[in-house]
């Protein structure tokens, strides 16, 4: 995957740049309570009990605190130190 570096300055067609906001309107991003509770109401819509997330994050550390996050926001039990 290229680096954050190589990609930043990136020059967006405008077909690009629509696939682009398309996606991100499908993304939650935010602080972890902003987050938290954006899920807890698109599973409330979408009458659900269970949430699969998919952090992309150019390190490994980043992924893995993100989690963290999620994690502590719904109180949950933490694994992400065995992987470090």
């Given at each position: 995957?290229?680096?954050?570096?190589?990609?930043?300055?990136y020059?967006?067609?405008?077909?690009?740049?629509?696939?682009v906001?398309?996606?991100?309107m499908?993304?939650?991003?935010?602080?972890?309570?902003?987050?938290?509770?954006?899920?807890?109401?698109?599973a409330?819509?979408?009458?659900?009990?269970?949430?699969?997330?998919?952090?992309?994050?150019?390190?490994?550390?980043?992924r893995?605190?993100?989690?963290?996050?999620i994690?502590?926001?719904?109180?949950?039990v933490?694994?992400?130190?065995n992987f470090?």
């Amino acid at each position: 995957a290229p680096s954050y570096e190589s990609i930043k300055n990136y020059r967006y067609s405008g077909e690009e740049m629509m696939r682009v906001e398309q996606n991100r309107m499908r993304m939650i991003t935010g602080t972890q309570n902003e987050v938290k509770e954006r899920i807890l109401h698109l599973a409330q819509i979408m009458d659900v009990e269970e949430v699969v997330i998919a952090t992309f994050a150019d390190t490994m550390e980043d992924r893995l605190r993100s989690y963290e996050l999620i994690s502590d926001a719904f109180e949950l039990v933490t694994v992400a130190s065995n992987f470090k």
